[in-house]
């Protein structure tokens, strides 16, 4: 295992790198040219060569990629170039705010999703299957935009259960208080995709041999069920969490965005309308690397779920 | 060895030509046509949307109003058939009714684009990929894992953000991711196919790789390509909403239904019907379109789902 998590780490080093230099060229090629961002509309054309002095974008450019791999290998991306702090320091306080509501929506998604399910796909075919299958598509295609707004609206402006926006500063308040709302509509939306897709998952097991077996020498349908079904979905399953994990941060910054909250999304959204290269950079950089973990502990958790899954 | 023209059983009398018709064997497609219709939630589907897509392309000829143009006299009006503005009009005075309909064509060609640029590119990279096998599966592979790691919609804010918001680069960029998955897919398939016997046949015959991929391989992984095309398109039109909605997508005066949302959420209390028109025409097209993908799905890959 440890040999193995190794060297899938070692491996990860050429994704990074392709990862770099795209953003690289990216930001230094096809982005333009940043002084000119920077010096705003009145500009000379010297205070343009020193900005460009500063920002080091007059050097040659395998000296700039060696500056931005040094940047990223000491997760220092210097300081935002709208408001001076360090990107670090964004990205340090912005994380705490995200995952407070990105966790719980997670994994009370997650449960839900998978007990309704493994439900629906036990009586497969009856009325409440295909009525339960027939409530998700529909609430499948209803846009995330349409539950915030009438959410919003409805839950916390008309009905006043929920504070419309905000956010406090201890967490017990954060998360109680502030993050309700945005965490209901969040697992609002994503119960539905996931329940048909899971759905499909558990009827692809269920119809397998060893289910008859199982049931053939007499264990109960709960022994069935839970232990020998939902263990062998669970594969699919994780695979499914993986992809979605690291989209989820990025994903849900229109929930920050509603609800204020200052998380990693909102400070998306602030860098781009202010052209702010650093901390979008950094963030590139962060989420391409969480979704490689990402990978990589799918694979491991395959492991613990399917001792017969080799590692290779 | 059964000779379709001699039956061994007497014929029973009026069921000659039924069974004549069941030796001739239907192909995959005529199979799955005939599954598909007779999915009832899907064939509505189709109708639905296909009235939408027609209302959305042609229906601004209908109403006298210009999709840009303030009518002062009427802001904020209350739907009315009666009147002139039947879906009532935003806090400019300008037509909901044609500004819906412009916004959904703006939608659909977006979801429309996002496909075909899945199908095309996603099904020959996929194919490619997975048939020449070796290196070049290797190195394509890295590739994509490499712009599957910058998350999608990152990518295409990143794109807006250096190249401006145009509304044609809003095609180009959601073109450009939406084909990851479907090469993913794609490759897949093709590794099971390749070694199918068809294939051995015609690479001994002297088919060139090219060939084979082309006339073998893309065909018989067109069903599930199809499949995933459907699904798709409902969410690149989400996709864009989201970028409307966040000001990086379609620019005002013109419009899509995620930017006539995020108006019509502006004005939720006053004027309700400004975001249940377009929210309406948005969730009845995705929700066509997550229905024809199920039937198509059980169509084409008839499983017990």
Not at chain 1, 84 to 104: F, Y
Not at chain 2, 3 to 15: A, E, F, K, M, N
Not at chain 2, 259 to 285: H, N, R
């Amino acid at each position: 295992m440890t040999a193995f998590i190794l060297r899938r780490l070692w491996q990860m080093l050429p994704t990074l790198l392709g990862v770099i230099l795209l953003t690289f060229f990216l930001f230094n090629f096809v982005g333009g040219d940043p002084a000119y961002l920077l010096a705003g509309k009145i500009s000379s054309p010297e205070q343009i060569a020193n900005i460009r002095t500063q920002l080091g974008i007059d050097q040659p450019v395998y000296v700039q990629l060696w500056i931005f791999i040094k940047q990223v290998m000491s997760a220092d991306f210097g300081v935002s170039w709208s408001t001076n702090e360090q990107v670090s320091q964004i990205i340090a306080t912005r994380i705490g705010p995200s995952l407070t509501v990105l966790v719980p929506i997670l994994i009370i998604e997650t449960v839900l999703s998978v007990a309704l399910a493994l439900g629906v796909a036990y009586v497969r075919g009856s009325l409440t299957d295909r009525s339960i299958m027939i409530v998700c598509t529909i609430a499948m295609s209803v846009s995330l935009l349409v539950y915030i707004i009438v959410g919003q609206y409805a839950l916390a402006y008309k009905l006043g259960w929920f504070p419309v926006q905000g956010w406090g500063e201890s967490f017990s308040e954060n998360l109680l208080r502030f993050s309700a709302l945005p965490i209901l509509l969040g697992v609002a939306v994503g119960i539905a995709p996931n329940t048909r897709l899971y759905r499909t998952f558990f009827l692809d097991e269920i119809n397998q041999d060893y289910v008859r077996t199982a049931r053939a020498k007499g264990l109960s349908e709960n022994t069935v069920m839970l232990k020998h079904v939902l263990r062998n979905a669970l594969i699919p399953i994780i695979t499914n969490l993986m992809i979605y994990l690291p989209g989820l941060l990025i994903g849900h910054f229109l929930i920050e965005r509603f609800f204020s909250i200052p998380g990693i999304g909102r400070e998306v959204i602030l860098a781009v309308e202010r052209s702010d290269f650093p901390v979008i950079k950094a963030i590139t950089i962060y989420v391409a690397i969480a979704t490689m973990f990402a990978n990589l502990l799918a694979d491991v958790l395959y492991k613990l779920v399917d001792p017969r899954v080799q590692l290779k | 060895m059964i000779t379709p023209r001699v039956p061994l059983l007497p014929p029973l009398p009026g069921l000659d030509e039924d069974l004549g018709l069941a030796l001739q064997g239907r192909g995959l497609w005529t199979d799955a046509r005939r599954r598909f219709l007779r999915n009832r939630a899907a064939v509505a589907s189709l109708f639905v949307l296909g009235l939408i897509v027609l209302l959305c392309v042609a229906g601004s000829a209908l109403s006298p109003n210009i999709f840009d143009e303030p009518d002062f006299a009427a802001m904020h009006a209350p739907p009315s058939l009666a009147g002139q503005h039947w879906f009532g009009t935003d806090n400019l005075g300008r037509d909901l009714f044609v500004r819906t309909l412009l916004g959904g064509r703006i939608s659909l060609m977006v979801g429309a684009l996002g496909a075909t640029v899945a199908v095309l590119i996603g099904t020959l990279y996929g194919a490619t990929a997975g048939f020449v096998g070796g290196k070049t599966d290797s190195v394509m592979m890295r590739f994509l894992e490499i712009l599957a790691s910058f998350p999608v919609m990152f990518l295409v804010i990143l794109l807006m953000t250096f190249f401006g918001r145009e509304l044609w680069l809003i095609f180009v960029a959601i073109g450009a991711v939406s084909w990851l998955d479907m090469a993913r897919i794609v490759r897949g398939q093709t590794l099971s196919l390749k070694r199918k016997e068809f294939v051995e046949v015609a690479q001994v015959c002297g088919v060139s790789s090219f060939g084979i991929i082309r006339r073998h391989i893309v065909p018989n992984a067109l069903g599930i390509v199809a499949v995933y095309a459907t699904l798709l398109v409902p969410s690149m039109i989400l996709f864009e909403s989201f970028l409307s909605y966040l000001g990086l997508g379609v620019q005002e005066p013109m419009t899509s239904w995620g930017a006539l949302l995020e108006q019509g959420a502006k004005s939720l209390e006053a004027a309700p019907w400004e975001l249940a028109f377009p929210a309406g025409f948005l969730v009845t097209t995705l929700f066509c379109f997550n229905f024809i993908g199920d039937g198509l799905r059980d169509a084409l890959d008839p499983k017990d789902r």
